[in-house]
């Protein structure tokens, strides 16, 4: 593997060129009309203008990212995350075009993908699921109460396609159930293509525990320990950590062996996610989805394992045996990575696009790291994620990691636009968190004292 296309743009295209920098690897950029400045394409040995800015006009173009590659003599596609990271269309097109998917196979990524499909396959290797529902396809909901009066209440409406927390609604009340079966069967439509959705059982104090795998293609697969994506806001996550706070030991190397046998019986090949939510009053846990990419969060995981997961996915891509680089690595202290937005708090967190007039982050600080995709100077426009930075820090414990992450968010400075930077310290500082009582309704519980906080 000599040179490799970025099928992606921003914080991530800069880390992949980052890992495959450090493997001697040559890489293409990609960018839209608005990225043509962007840190990436800098940064690039080489790169493509795709398109006008929306991303159906330019970085969602399977047909131009794949002119792209051969256009300049790369040999392999790196997908990142969103976009077109878990189109099975997109991994199979790539192959089928002679090039290298840095990815599972375009037959596992469309099995996990299907939730429904993803779930049967999770009971069949051992993994334990939440009760739910068959799917209901778009404008087919005949049965869909006799089904939600089987599953309980609360429960989801999910998207079958959906992911992140995209085509996802809560229904307390039965008699509302067809109506917001029908209204997420909709919003499914239009951001996935497909209209169908299933019901799951809703845990109302959750914990969201993520375990990150690493497969060989061959049945063979490893994990690199868990990550706890509890504190989030309407499904997306804010913060995460390994290892999870309070967590029994126990309950996380189960949840380690389940992950690594659904890992297996598909064959897996490279990074992937596999998702639980645990009672967290219980301690029971249930499979929620395995995401088939590489996770915002993998920070985390490489600061306390010493990995670095991009790489590894390019050198087994390049036909490395890494199993034994990977296998056994015990997690090292404590980290914990928050996101850093372009978005204001204080109006419901409306996306805050606009010039980063002044970006300052932290430097030289100890035990901190930042992916960044962009500079002062550059614009954070409407068109994508408004996502500016990752602030990772590590410590010897979960409370030095916790003063470290503090101090750097503190040492942060954005001028030209709202970020969540004060809501983010607010959170690290809080004392509830701080003694580890995280769960999926944190945010939401604490929102007011949160926002209190941060002007104050």
């Not at 256009?71 to 002679?98: I, Q, T, W």
């Not at 299933?198 to 993520?210: D, G, K, P, S, V």
């Not at 890992?263 to 301690?283: C, I, L």
């Not at 937005?341 to 007039?357: C, I, R, V, W």
Request: aromatic content about 6%; glycine content about 10%; proline content about 5%.
């Amino acid at each position: 593997m000599k040179r490799l296309l970025i099928a992606n743009r921003g914080e991530i295209a800069c880390r992949i060129i980052r890992a495959a920098r450090s493997l001697g690897i040559e890489t293409v950029a990609v960018y839209s009309e608005a990225d043509a400045g962007a840190l990436h394409v800098e940064m690039a040995d080489q790169a493509v203008s795709l398109g006008p800015p929306p991303a159906a006009q330019s970085y969602l173009r399977q047909d131009a990212l794949i002119e792209a590659a051969r256009a300049k003599g790369a040999g392999a596609v790196h997908p990142g995350y969103g976009f077109l990271s878990e189109s099975a269309s997109f991994a199979r097109a790539v192959v089928n075009s002679g090039l290298t998917w840095i990815g599972p196979a375009p037959e596992t990524i469309a099995d996990m993908g299907d939730k429904g499909r993803a779930r049967a396959l999770a009971i069949k290797a051992g993994v334990p699921v939440l009760p739910g529902s068959d799917s209901f396809a778009e404008g087919a909901l005949d049965g869909v109460e006799e089904a939600g009066a089987t599953v309980g209440f609360p429960l989801l409406v999910k998207a079958t396609a959906g992911g992140g927390g995209i085509g996802m609604q809560r229904v307390d009340d039965p008699a509302k159930l067809r109506k917001i079966a029908e209204r997420t069967q909709s919003a499914a439509a239009r951001s996935f293509g497909d209209g169908s959705v299933f019901l799951e059982r809703f845990i109302a104090r959750a914990r969201h525990i993520e375990i990150q795998v690493f497969g060989f293609g061959d049945g063979r697969a490893v994990h690199l320990h868990e990550r706890d994506c509890s504190l989030q806001r309407r499904f997306q996550k804010v913060v995460e950590e390994s290892p999870a706070p309070g967590l029994d030991r126990a309950i996380v190397a189960r949840m380690g062996e389940v992950a690594c046998a659904l890992a297996s019986a598909v064959n897996y090949s490279g990074a992937g996610t596999v998702e639980f939510v645990m009672d967290a009053d219980t301690g029971e846990f249930f499979f929620l989805e395995m995401n088939t990419r590489i996770q915002v969060e993998h920070p985390v995981s490489e600061m306390v394992t010493g990995t670095d997961l991009v790489a590894a996915q390019l050198r087994l891509a390049a036909g490395d045996d890494i199993h034994d680089d990977l296998a056994d690595r015990a997690p090292s202290g404590h980290a914990v990575e928050c996101r850093l937005y372009a978005e204001n708090p204080a109006k419901k967190f409306l996306p805050s696009p606009g010039t980063l007039e002044r970006f300052s982050l932290p430097d030289g600080m100890d035990g901190v790291r930042v992916d960044t995709g962009v500079r002062e100077g550059d614009t954070i426009t409407p068109f994508y994620d408004p996502m500016i930075a990752k602030i990772i820090a590590w410590g010897e414990s979960r409370d030095e990691a916790l003063e470290r992450i503090n101090a750097a968010l503190r040492a942060t400075h954005v001028e030209g636009l709202a970020t969540n930077r004060d809501f983010l310290i607010a959170i690290t500082s809080n004392p509830t968190f701080r003694s580890g009582e995280v769960w999926t309704g944190f945010i939401d519980t604490h929102l007011d004292a949160l926002l209190s906080a941060q002007s104050g």
